[in-house]
């Protein structure tokens, strides 16, 4: 079983800036990828940011030149930097890992005020 632990989540004011961070573990495979996507009440989960184990990276457009994602040297932490954070970034972010399938984290909420 793999389990994902999100962390770095919290209330900032737009323009700030937020690290999350998920630790994947569980599983003695390398994930093939990693990636950030959020979620606000009533609507879709869209994908933020992914990463794969080679490093190639894909962004949402909405968030391009603010975020970044990175993952650590054994490639089962994945980090989201989020820079000059707007309101409309204020959702529920959540970890995804993909092993054969993709695995989920719990959520952590990122409020931006205005």
């Known amino acids: 079983q793999v389990q994902l632990v999100e962390s770095g989540g919290g209330l900032v004011q737009a323009g700030g800036s937020l690290r999350l961070s998920c630790v994947a573990s569980?599983?003695?495979?390398?994930?093939?990828?990693m990636g950030w996507y959020r979620q606000v009440a009533g609507e879709q989960r869209e994908l933020v940011a992914e990463?794969?184990?080679?490093?190639?990276?894909n962004y949402a457009d909405s968030v391009k030149g603010r975020f970044t994602i990175s993952r650590d040297s054994a490639k089962k932490t994945v980090f989201l930097q989020m820079n000059s954070l707007k309101p409309e970034d204020t959702a529920v972010y959540y970890c995804k890992a993909y092993i054969i399938r993709n695995y989920w984290g719990q959520g952590t909420q990122v409020t931006v005020s205005s």
């Open positions: 569980g599983s003695i495979f390398i994930p093939d990828s």
């Open positions: 990463i794969s184990r080679g490093g190639i990276t």
